[in-house]
Protein backbone atom coordinates (compact mmCIF):
# COMPACT_ATOMS: atom_id res chain seq x y z
CA UNK A 1 0.00 0.00 0.00
CA UNK A 2 1.56 3.54 -0.84
CA UNK A 3 2.32 5.69 2.05
CA UNK A 4 0.39 8.58 1.82
CA UNK A 5 0.64 12.06 3.30
CA UNK A 6 -2.53 13.10 5.53
CA UNK A 7 -3.55 16.94 5.89
CA UNK A 8 -3.08 18.61 9.17
CA UNK A 9 -6.17 20.78 8.12
CA UNK A 10 -8.19 17.71 7.42
CA UNK A 11 -7.83 16.25 10.90
CA UNK A 12 -7.72 19.50 12.87
CA UNK A 13 -11.33 19.78 11.51
CA UNK A 14 -12.31 15.96 11.75
CA UNK A 15 -11.61 16.25 15.14
CA UNK A 16 -14.00 19.31 15.64
CA UNK A 17 -16.87 17.00 13.65
CA UNK A 18 -16.19 14.18 15.95
CA UNK A 19 -16.36 16.47 19.15
CA UNK A 20 -19.28 18.62 18.41
CA UNK A 21 -20.81 15.50 16.29
CA UNK A 22 -23.00 17.90 13.29
CA UNK A 23 -21.05 20.38 10.87
CA UNK A 24 -22.59 23.22 11.95
CA UNK A 25 -20.58 23.32 14.94
CA UNK A 26 -17.27 22.22 13.55
CA UNK A 27 -17.55 24.56 11.03
CA UNK A 28 -17.81 27.13 14.12
CA UNK A 29 -15.04 25.81 15.41
CA UNK A 30 -12.37 25.79 12.72
CA UNK A 31 -13.88 29.22 10.68
CA UNK A 32 -14.99 27.43 7.79
CA UNK A 33 -18.39 26.90 6.03
CA UNK A 34 -20.37 23.58 6.75
CA UNK A 35 -20.33 22.67 2.93
CA UNK A 36 -16.32 23.29 3.31
CA UNK A 37 -16.44 21.18 6.30
CA UNK A 38 -18.61 18.61 4.52
CA UNK A 39 -15.76 18.79 1.45
CA UNK A 40 -12.99 18.15 3.80
CA UNK A 41 -14.49 15.03 5.47
CA UNK A 42 -15.19 13.68 2.00
CA UNK A 43 -11.30 14.75 0.86
CA UNK A 44 -10.28 12.78 4.12
CA UNK A 45 -12.31 9.61 3.25
CA UNK A 46 -11.50 8.86 -0.07
CA UNK A 47 -7.67 9.87 0.99
CA UNK A 48 -7.79 6.46 3.85
CA UNK A 49 -10.38 4.84 1.42
CA UNK A 50 -12.81 4.22 4.20
CA UNK A 51 -16.11 5.87 5.74
CA UNK A 52 -15.58 7.70 8.81
CA UNK A 53 -18.97 9.09 10.02
CA UNK A 54 -22.09 7.99 9.89
CA UNK A 55 -25.41 9.85 10.08
CA UNK A 56 -27.66 9.69 13.69
CA UNK A 57 -30.64 11.13 13.50
CA UNK A 58 -29.02 15.17 13.49
CA UNK A 59 -25.53 14.01 15.07
CA UNK A 60 -22.52 12.87 13.07
CA UNK A 61 -21.57 9.81 14.94
CA UNK A 62 -17.90 7.84 14.39
CA UNK A 63 -17.26 5.13 12.64
CA UNK A 64 -15.11 2.08 14.11
CA UNK A 65 -12.64 3.69 11.54
CA UNK A 66 -13.56 6.80 12.57
CA UNK A 67 -12.86 6.19 16.29
CA UNK A 68 -9.28 4.42 15.51
CA UNK A 69 -8.41 7.68 12.96
CA UNK A 70 -9.75 9.94 16.61
CA UNK A 71 -6.69 9.12 18.52
CA UNK A 72 -4.50 8.82 15.82
CA UNK A 73 -5.53 12.48 14.54
CA UNK A 74 -5.15 13.77 18.56
CA UNK A 75 -1.76 12.85 18.55
CA UNK A 76 -0.96 14.23 15.61
CA UNK A 77 -2.16 17.36 15.86
CA UNK A 78 -0.76 18.13 19.25
CA UNK A 79 2.42 16.90 17.79
CA UNK A 80 1.95 19.61 15.26
CA UNK A 81 1.20 22.05 17.34
CA UNK A 82 4.22 21.72 19.64
CA UNK A 83 6.47 22.19 16.75
CA UNK A 84 4.41 25.42 15.43
CA UNK A 85 5.38 26.79 19.31
CA UNK A 86 8.94 25.53 19.33
CA UNK A 87 9.40 27.38 16.49
CA UNK A 88 7.71 30.54 16.53
CA UNK A 89 8.76 31.38 20.06
CA UNK A 90 11.05 34.01 18.77
CA UNK A 91 9.07 37.62 20.20
CA UNK A 92 7.68 39.24 17.13
CA UNK A 93 9.12 42.98 16.69
CA UNK A 94 5.59 44.76 17.80
CA UNK A 95 2.03 44.06 18.83
CA UNK A 96 -0.37 42.81 16.05
CA UNK A 97 -3.12 45.45 16.37
CA UNK A 98 -6.78 44.10 15.19
CA UNK A 99 -9.84 46.34 14.82
CA UNK A 100 -12.76 44.30 15.85
CA UNK A 101 -16.56 45.28 15.20
CA UNK A 102 -18.90 45.08 18.39
CA UNK A 103 -20.67 42.45 16.87
CA UNK A 104 -17.73 39.77 16.63
CA UNK A 105 -16.99 41.05 20.19
CA UNK A 106 -18.46 38.50 22.67
CA UNK A 107 -19.23 36.01 19.53
CA UNK A 108 -16.27 35.14 17.16
CA UNK A 109 -13.31 36.71 19.03
CA UNK A 110 -12.81 34.35 21.71
CA UNK A 111 -11.98 31.28 18.95
CA UNK A 112 -10.55 33.17 17.11
CA UNK A 113 -7.67 34.60 19.73
CA UNK A 114 -7.49 31.19 21.49
CA UNK A 115 -6.56 29.95 17.86
CA UNK A 116 -3.80 32.88 17.32
CA UNK A 117 -2.58 32.58 20.79
CA UNK A 118 -2.40 28.22 20.54
CA UNK A 119 -0.25 28.69 17.09
CA UNK A 120 1.89 31.96 18.40
CA UNK A 121 2.10 32.05 21.53
CA UNK A 122 4.97 34.75 20.95
CA UNK A 123 2.76 37.04 19.49
CA UNK A 124 1.53 40.07 21.56
CA UNK A 125 -1.98 41.38 20.07
CA UNK A 126 -3.57 44.46 21.02
CA UNK A 127 -7.61 44.55 19.89
CA UNK A 128 -9.50 48.03 19.31
CA UNK A 129 -13.20 47.82 19.24
CA UNK A 130 -15.22 50.66 17.14
CA UNK A 131 -17.84 51.76 14.48
CA UNK A 132 -17.16 50.31 10.79
CA UNK A 133 -15.91 53.01 9.09
CA UNK A 134 -13.68 54.09 12.34
CA UNK A 135 -11.95 50.82 11.92
CA UNK A 136 -11.57 51.21 7.81
CA UNK A 137 -10.33 54.24 8.26
CA UNK A 138 -7.80 53.58 10.59
CA UNK A 139 -6.65 49.93 8.94
CA UNK A 140 -6.30 52.58 5.38
CA UNK A 141 -3.77 55.29 7.89
CA UNK A 142 -1.90 51.55 9.04
CA UNK A 143 -3.15 52.26 12.52
CA UNK A 144 -4.58 49.11 12.67
CA UNK A 145 -2.72 46.02 11.16
CA UNK A 146 -5.90 43.06 10.27
CA UNK A 147 -9.54 44.49 10.54
CA UNK A 148 -12.42 41.91 11.92
CA UNK A 149 -15.88 43.15 10.27
CA UNK A 150 -19.22 42.51 8.76
CA UNK A 151 -19.49 45.71 6.74
CA UNK A 152 -17.44 44.80 3.14
CA UNK A 153 -15.23 46.90 2.11
CA UNK A 154 -13.93 46.67 -1.32
CA UNK A 155 -10.77 48.43 -1.15
CA UNK A 156 -9.20 45.65 1.12
CA UNK A 157 -7.88 42.10 0.29
CA UNK A 158 -9.68 39.98 2.41
CA UNK A 159 -10.54 36.56 3.58
CA UNK A 160 -14.08 35.37 4.47
CA UNK A 161 -14.08 33.07 7.45
CA UNK A 162 -17.88 32.85 8.48
CA UNK A 163 -21.33 32.88 7.17
CA UNK A 164 -23.99 33.56 10.19
CA UNK A 165 -27.57 33.67 8.88
CA UNK A 166 -29.50 36.90 9.76
CA UNK A 167 -32.77 36.80 12.38
CA UNK A 168 -34.97 39.15 14.09
CA UNK A 169 -34.70 38.96 17.79
CA UNK A 170 -36.78 40.42 20.91
CA UNK A 171 -36.36 40.00 24.50
CA UNK A 172 -38.51 36.67 25.50
CA UNK A 173 -41.65 39.00 27.05
CA UNK A 174 -41.80 40.93 24.19
CA UNK A 175 -45.18 41.44 22.75
CA UNK A 176 -46.68 43.00 19.41
CA UNK A 177 -49.99 43.83 18.18
CA UNK A 178 -49.93 43.01 14.80
CA UNK A 179 -52.22 46.30 13.79
CA UNK A 180 -49.11 48.53 14.76
CA UNK A 181 -46.03 49.45 13.05
CA UNK A 182 -43.69 47.29 13.74
CA UNK A 183 -41.09 48.88 16.80
CA UNK A 184 -37.63 48.49 15.66
CA UNK A 185 -34.53 49.20 17.74
CA UNK A 186 -31.65 50.36 15.64
CA UNK A 187 -28.45 51.16 15.86
CA UNK A 188 -27.13 54.74 14.59
CA UNK A 189 -26.24 54.89 10.72
CA UNK A 190 -24.17 53.74 8.44
CA UNK A 191 -25.02 49.50 9.77
CA UNK A 192 -25.38 46.44 7.59
CA UNK A 193 -27.84 45.18 10.06
CA UNK A 194 -30.30 48.64 9.71
CA UNK A 195 -29.62 48.88 6.06
CA UNK A 196 -30.46 45.18 5.79
CA UNK A 197 -34.06 45.29 7.60
CA UNK A 198 -34.89 48.76 6.28
CA UNK A 199 -34.85 47.49 2.82
CA UNK A 200 -36.58 44.00 3.50
CA UNK A 201 -39.49 45.79 5.45
CA UNK A 202 -40.21 48.69 2.46
CA UNK A 203 -40.19 45.42 -0.20
CA UNK A 204 -42.64 44.18 1.81
CA UNK A 205 -44.90 47.43 2.86
CA UNK A 206 -44.08 46.55 6.57
CA UNK A 207 -45.02 49.70 8.54
CA UNK A 208 -42.33 50.26 11.43
CA UNK A 209 -41.42 52.91 13.80
CA UNK A 210 -38.27 54.12 15.06
CA UNK A 211 -38.93 52.84 18.94
CA UNK A 212 -34.58 53.05 20.26
CA UNK A 213 -31.83 54.14 18.39
CA UNK A 214 -28.11 53.78 19.93
CA UNK A 215 -24.90 54.03 18.96
CA UNK A 216 -23.34 50.81 20.59
CA UNK A 217 -24.36 47.06 20.95
CA UNK A 218 -25.10 47.07 24.59
CA UNK A 219 -27.73 49.55 24.05
CA UNK A 220 -29.33 46.97 21.83
CA UNK A 221 -29.47 44.53 24.22
CA UNK A 222 -30.83 46.82 27.08
CA UNK A 223 -33.70 47.62 24.84
CA UNK A 224 -33.93 44.64 23.53
CA UNK A 225 -33.74 43.02 27.47
CA UNK A 226 -36.62 45.97 28.34
CA UNK A 227 -39.02 44.71 25.18
CA UNK A 228 -39.05 47.98 23.48
CA UNK A 229 -38.67 46.40 20.00
CA UNK A 230 -36.90 43.93 17.99
CA UNK A 231 -33.84 43.87 15.97
CA UNK A 232 -32.03 42.42 13.60
CA UNK A 233 -28.71 40.78 13.81
CA UNK A 234 -26.76 37.27 13.60
CA UNK A 235 -27.58 34.29 15.37
CA UNK A 236 -24.51 34.37 17.05
CA UNK A 237 -26.59 37.59 19.16
CA UNK A 238 -28.89 35.03 20.90
CA UNK A 239 -28.21 34.69 24.15
CA UNK A 240 -30.02 33.96 27.52
CA UNK A 241 -32.93 36.61 27.30
CA UNK A 242 -33.59 36.99 24.07
CA UNK A 243 -35.58 34.85 21.76
CA UNK A 244 -36.13 34.61 17.51
CA UNK A 245 -39.72 36.28 16.65
CA UNK A 246 -39.59 36.53 12.30
CA UNK A 247 -42.08 33.31 12.15
CA UNK A 248 -44.12 34.21 15.09
CA UNK A 249 -44.52 37.73 13.73
CA UNK A 250 -44.76 36.78 9.76
CA UNK A 251 -41.39 38.79 9.19
CA UNK A 252 -39.99 39.06 5.86
CA UNK A 253 -35.85 36.49 5.82
CA UNK A 254 -32.99 38.30 5.81
CA UNK A 255 -30.26 37.51 3.84
CA UNK A 256 -26.87 36.19 5.65
CA UNK A 257 -23.90 37.95 6.69
CA UNK A 258 -20.52 37.16 6.85
CA UNK A 259 -17.84 37.85 9.09
CA UNK A 260 -14.38 38.95 7.01
CA UNK A 261 -10.83 39.39 7.95
CA UNK A 262 -9.34 42.61 6.14
CA UNK A 263 -5.48 43.48 5.69
CA UNK A 264 -4.21 46.33 3.92
CA UNK A 265 -2.53 45.14 0.25
CA UNK A 266 0.93 45.00 0.32
CA UNK A 267 1.95 46.33 3.61
CA UNK A 268 1.42 43.74 6.28
CA UNK A 269 3.22 43.05 9.67
CA UNK A 270 4.84 39.80 9.85
CA UNK A 271 1.99 39.42 12.97
CA UNK A 272 -0.60 40.38 10.69
CA UNK A 273 0.34 38.06 7.34
CA UNK A 274 0.38 34.88 10.16
CA UNK A 275 -2.50 34.97 11.48
CA UNK A 276 -4.52 36.02 8.07
CA UNK A 277 -2.74 32.50 6.65
CA UNK A 278 -4.64 30.69 9.65
CA UNK A 279 -7.79 31.48 7.50
CA UNK A 280 -7.33 30.40 4.29
CA UNK A 281 -9.39 27.62 3.70
CA UNK A 282 -7.09 24.18 3.25
Excluded at 115 to 120: D, F
Excluded at 127 to 136: D, H
Excluded at 173 to 199: E, G, I, K, T, W
Excluded at 237 to 264: C, F, I, N, Q
Aim: aromatic letters at 6%.
Amino acid sequence: MAVRDLDIGLLRTFLAVADRENFAGAADQVFRTQAAVSQQMQRLERLLDCKLLVRVGRHKRLTEQGVRLREYARRMLALNDETCRAMNKSVFAAPTRIGVCADAVDTILPDYLALCARTYPGMRIEIQVNRSRWLASALRRGDIDLLLELEQFDEFPRITFRTSPVVWISGTHFHHQQNLPLPLVLVDSPCVFRRMALNRLEQENRPWRNAFQTPTLAGVRAALRAGLGITPRTIEMLTPGLKVVGEELGLPTLPSASYHLYMRAGDNSDGARKLSELFIPS
